[in-house]
């Protein structure tokens, strides 16, 4: 069955992401122009950590002369382009931005990759951006913070901000479930299990097992370290290929054992050569199976954890509950799960 977040998502964004013209420039990016609708089942919170560090708009472009997290560890500086200091006041607002965001209750942040502050993995040290890769200064913050990251490169397409939202969806839905059993760990992994097999085999694997050795009395501590390891494979990105071939497996699963037997399908074309070839026409198939699951009640595998308007829910858990209107084939055990 389907497993239901109807809360609004709040997440971070750097603030030159989200069309705000605060970069060193003046410029700004529309990041989130592929999102379309999907803009509403989030609340965003942009931050500028060069622009809280009061180096204002326009401003001379700052350099990292070692990674975010060595600038952090007194052993590397930020310099602007005059080789001015700024390393206390990059700092600072770097500090003020994480406040903000843990002041708005974010859980998550969609970073602008390669910058000198909010970069996760592709900030460029060096006045003459040498080839040494890291973390920016607040990139180097958001990595010890807990948050789920993004980077603005998983917008560059409707697939993979597909990929990233029904991760993030999943990551989220597992970490507020209450786990206080061996049970419950097993019960929540039966639904994220399918999406960490499709992105981490070997680690889906390594926590399948361990979950098979695990006792009734498995103390607390164990399972909060098994469910970490499960958190952290969900921060996992997927490929075309594996999304494409897990959305048919569950599809083919749910065909061979009737659920999907009078189900309204809404043109889903799965195996047509455009799914095949489109990433586009993929994350558009992709959004109709997660329709569908979540009107029969439905565990679709390759999204298990749907965001859906809590009147949504309601409305479709008063018809599925009334008599006349339940389907004859794949009847109900319980009422989805919510968040």
């Not at 948050?147 to 999943?170: C, G, K």
């Not at 494979?233 to 009078?262: C, D, N």
Request: glycine share 6%; with cysteine; proline share 5%.
């Amino acid at each position: 069955m389907a497993a239901i977040i109807t809360s609004k998502v709040p997440i971070g964004i750097s603030a030159c992401a989200f069309n705000c013209p605060v970069r060193y420039n003046g410029h700004a990016f529309d990041a989130l122009a592929i999102v379309g609708r999907e803009r509403s089942d989030f609340v965003f919170t942009p931050v500028c950590p060069e622009c809280l560090a009061g180096l204002g708009v326009p401003r001379a472009p700052i350099h990292l002369t070692g990674t975010g997290a060595e600038v952090l560890a007194g052993t590397a500086t930020v310099r602007d382009r005059r080789n001015n200091d700024v390393t206390e006041r990059v700092v600072a607002g770097s500090r003020d931005a994480m406040a903000a965001l843990q002041r708005a209750g974010v859980v998550a942040f969609i970073a602008k990759e390669a910058s000198p502050t909010c970069g996760l993995a592709k900030a460029r040290v060096g006045k003459r951006r040498t080839e040494q890769l890291g973390a920016g200064v607040f990139g180097a913050m958001l990595a010890d913070s807990g948050l789920f990251l993004i980077s603005d490169e998983a917008l560059s397409n409707s697939l993979m901000w597909w990929d990233a939202r029904r991760r993030l969806h999943a990551w989220l839905w597992l970490r507020n479930r209450e786990i206080s059993s061996a049970r419950d760990l097993y019960d929540a992994w039966h639904v994220v299990k399918f999406v960490i097999q499709e992105t981490a085999r070997p680690v889906a694997d390594d926590i399948g097992r361990s979950l098979a050795a695990l006792s009734k009395r498995t103390p607390a501590e164990e399972l909060e370290a098994l469910r970490t390891r499960m958190l952290d494979a969900l921060r996992k990105p997927s490929t075309k290929a594996r999304i494409r071939g897990s959305m048919f497996k569950t599809y083919v699963h749910a065909k061979k054992k009737g659920k999907l037997e009078g189900v309204d399908l809404h043109d889903l074309t799965i195996d047509s050569p455009e799914v095949r070839l489109n990433v586009d026409q993929l994350a558009r198939e992709l959004i109709i199976m997660e329709r569908v699951s979540f009107e029969n009640d439905l565990l679709f595998g390759t999204s298990p954890v749907i965001r859906r308007d809590g009147r949504r829910v309601a409305a479709r858990e008063h018809d599925l509950s009334a008599p006349d209107t339940a389907p004859d084939t794949a009847p109900l055990t319980d009422a989805p799960t919510t968040v």
